[in-house]
Each structure stands twice: as C-alpha cells, then as structure tokens.
C-alpha cells in the first residue's frame, strides 16, 4: 500500500464525463452531446492550421501577442488585459488555483458547469453549490451564500445545461453585491450564440471584481485544438500569467483561433444557422409534448415527464445513432441536452423522438 497520498479534497473529485461520440454497431451516428458546431470552423482557419504545419519544429508564442491583439481588435479590448489557456478549461483551473484555496469558498449554481467544481476541489479549496430558480442562476441566493471565505463565483451566461441566462441589471447586482475579496467570474462559452451580448466584457472594463472567461470551442469549432481566454482586471491577469505554463498552447492553435476569429463572416453565418435550426427544433419537440427553457447557446435542454422517461428517450435515441447528453449528474435526472445540430439532424432528432412518444402510447 503507497503511502504516497494527495493534496486534500483531489479524491473527492469525480472524473469529468464528457460526451459520447460513438454507437457500438452504428456507423452513421450524430455526435449531439458536446455542443460542438455542426459545419466545423471556418476554411480559413483550417488554411491556418494546414500552413501552421511547416513549422512544427519551433516552439510556439509564450505571450500569445498575436492573438491576443487579436481579439483585442475585433472585440474592441485591451490586450494586456487578455490571457489565452488550453481552453477556458485551463483559464478556470488558473483562477482556481490562483485565488482559492484551504478553507477558502468557491461558488458555483446548481445547474452549473462540472469544471468549476473540480478545479475548486483540485486547488484544495471548497466548492459551494447554490440553488437556481426554475433553472435560472438565481442572484439573490448566490448573495445569500456568500461568506467571508468566498474568493470566486462562477456563472456561466448564458448557462450550460440549461440554455438560459441571466441580463446585465443582474450581472451588475451579483458583482456590486460581493463581499470585498470575492471575484465573479463570467463564463462565456456561449457568448457568441447571443446577438449583440459581449459577454460581460464592459462589466469587466468598468470593474474591478469581474473576470471573463471565453472559448474557441463552441462556436468557432476548435475544440480539438484547446483553445479559450480570459479577460479581467489587469493586476489579476498578472497573476495568472505567473502560474500559466510558458508554452501552454500550441502555435497551430493560437494561428488557427486568430484566423477563426477574423472571418467574422463565417462567425455570423453560423451564429444564425444554429438560432434557426434551435428555435425550430425547440418548437417541433414542444408541439409533440417535450419542452425546452428558451435556450440561447448552442443546444436546448429537453424536459420529459420523469427520469426514466428521459433514461428510455436516450437509450432509443442512440439505437437509431443520435447521441444526445445525459444531464443527471447537473441534477437534471428528468432532462436531456442536446446539441443543435445541423438541418438534418434536427429533423432526425424530432423524428426520433416524435417515434419515441408514439411507441410509449402504444
Ligand atoms: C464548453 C464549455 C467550456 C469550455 O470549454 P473549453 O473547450 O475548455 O474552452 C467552459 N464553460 C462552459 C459552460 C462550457 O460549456
């Protein structure tokens, strides 16, 4: 027996489940269970990422300037106070890491993303779930919940499971209602699915307790290169910066996001494809009894009358190859996620569940 043991509270960590990609036995299945964007990143990106092969050899940009300046222009912020991580994963584990620890609370909702729990328990600090309010990030109880042990709160707006978010009184109430040494941390994976949203970034330009985190995950579709940011106030960006790793994303990342992020084009025509293809799925599945929050990223949270009923719906969903999310383990035992896909796998999934609902009459 190793008497080699961890750092408190690692062993209370459960390991993140991510999505399903495959069917044993089916071949043409539709991945829907990780939000990823059904027509891939734009041609231009993929011209960055093949040019970027040249030069494998090399080791890869430690301040990510070019990026950075990047994003800086196009989204009208102030580079110096951007840093980049092996997507907003690795940004998350950097403010865990960072600013909580022993004895020191962070906060997430109910309904929350897993990786703010994990990176709480991994830092040694303790997570702190507070309830939402028919699936809302309710403000009032965060307050309720603060201490004067809360270092950071996490929300993500709009929310992943539950496709809902919150408006900006309500961010500015939540950030003006902290105590002194708490931080609000704004996840903005789906930002880009909402028009005209910037994601909290004027919040964080005007204060000095609020902290943006961003992907190029969602809908840019780089999710196999690991590639977010953050943007905060600029002595904390300055912590941060001493413990990220020099090299912690690779050139072909940081070249494929920049040229992502510049076809704004490309941006904007996926940004409306996945609202058209979301409201019309999540009308077609409420006409046949199933229903959905109105979501605002890039997946709709569908309610069935009871877990089993939501365990049976999944298990023939991937007989006929739609890989959807089971969402029990963000206490939603009741409801299944599931990505926009593009038209025809929206059509396949309302089919599906449209047999689905008659088969259980029957
Ligand atoms: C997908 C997701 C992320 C992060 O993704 P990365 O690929 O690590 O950038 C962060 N927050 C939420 C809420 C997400 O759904």
């Not at 800086?72 to 980049?84: F, K, P, S, T």
């Not at 809902?164 to 939540?174: D, H, K």
Request: proline content about 4%.
């Amino acid at each position: 027996m190793t008497r080699i043991t961890p750092q408190p509270g690692i062993m209370d960590i459960s390991l993140y489940q991510s999505g399903a990609a495959h069917v044993a036995g089916i071949s043409n299945s539709i991945k829907l269970s990780s939000n990823e964007n059904p027509l891939g990143p734009s041609d231009l990106a993929i011209e960055a990422y093949k040019r970027a092969a040249f030069d494998l050899h090399r080791y890869p940009s430690s301040d990510h300037s070019s990026l950075r300046a990047a994003i800086a222009e196009v989204l009208d912020l102030d580079a110096e106070r951007i840093i980049c991580g092996a997507g907003s994963d690795e940004i998350i584990a950097f403010l865990c890491n960072a600013f909580a620890g022993p004895g020191d609370e962070v906060i997430h909702t109910e309904h929350g993303f897993a990786m703010y729990r994990i990176s709480a328990l991994a830092a040694g600090a303790t997570p702190v779930e507070v309830p939402e309010k028919e699936r809302i990030t309710d403000v009032d109880a965060i307050l309720a919940a603060c201490t004067d042990k809360t270092k950071l709160v996490f929300i993500a707006n709009p929310n992943n499971p539950t496709g809902t978010m919150i408006g900006l009184a309500e961010m500015e109430r939540l950030a003006s209602g902290l105590p002194t040494q708490a931080m609000l941390v704004l996840d903005g994976a789906y930002a880009e699915f909402v028009d005209g949203y910037d994601g909290g970034a004027a919040l964080v330009s005007a204060r000095d307790n609020v902290f943006m985190t961003r992907t190029f995950s969602k809908l840019y579709g780089l999710g196999s290169l690991r590639i977010g940011w953050g943007y905060g106030p600029a002595e904390i960006i300055d912590v941060m910066n001493r413990i990220r790793g020099p090299f912690n994303l690779s050139q072909s990342g940081l070249d494929t996001a920049e040229a992502a992020l510049r076809d704004v084009a490309y941006a904007e025509h996926c940004r409306a494809e996945n609202a058209k293809w979301r409201t019309w799925m999540a009308n077609a599945l409420a006409e046949i009894g199933v229903q959905s929050d109105v979501s605002h990223a890039n997946f709709i949270l569908a309610r069935f009358g009871s877990s089993q009923e939501a365990d049976a719906c999944d298990e023939y969903l991937k007989a006929t190859g739609l890989i959807v999310r089971k969402v029990a383990g963000y206490n939603l035992p009741k409801a299944l996620r599931i990505t926009v896909g593009d038209e025809s796998a929206c059509r396949r999934v309302v089919h599906a569940v449209r047999n689905f609902k008659a088969g259980e009459d029957t």
